[in-house]
């Protein structure tokens, strides 16, 4: 089914179609505007990212603290819950009375 289809009276056949579809003045803007999105599309592929997603740093992922007791406390700054022997919130920094 697919043998045939790049035969050079086929290739002519399509060029004639999108010459009548866009037209002859806008045929080497599509030509540039693809070349262009082949030539990103090739600097994503080697780089592993688009030009739309900024590359995140690896860092080691926020694990909440358990608390050691079923009587957890609050932080009076942000009102998380933070464990009894904690000396700092870990949601925001807080220092926590003693």
């Known amino acids: 089914m697919i043998e045939g289809l790049f035969q050079p009276i086929h290739l002519v056949i399509i060029l004639a ?44 992922p926020i694990v909440a603290a358990k608390p050691t007791e079923s009587t957890a406390t609050f932080c009076p700054t942000c009102g998380a819950k933070v464990a009894p022997d904690a000396r700092f919130c870990a949601n925001c920094g807080a220092q926590q009375a003693a």
């Open 17 to 60: 179609i999108i010459l009548i579809v866009f037209g002859a003045g806008k045929l080497p803007e599509v030509g540039g505007g693809l070349g262009r999105s082949i030539t990103e599309f090739r600097k994503g592929v080697k780089d592993g990212s688009t030009p739309d997603e900024p590359v995140m740093p690896t860092s080691k």
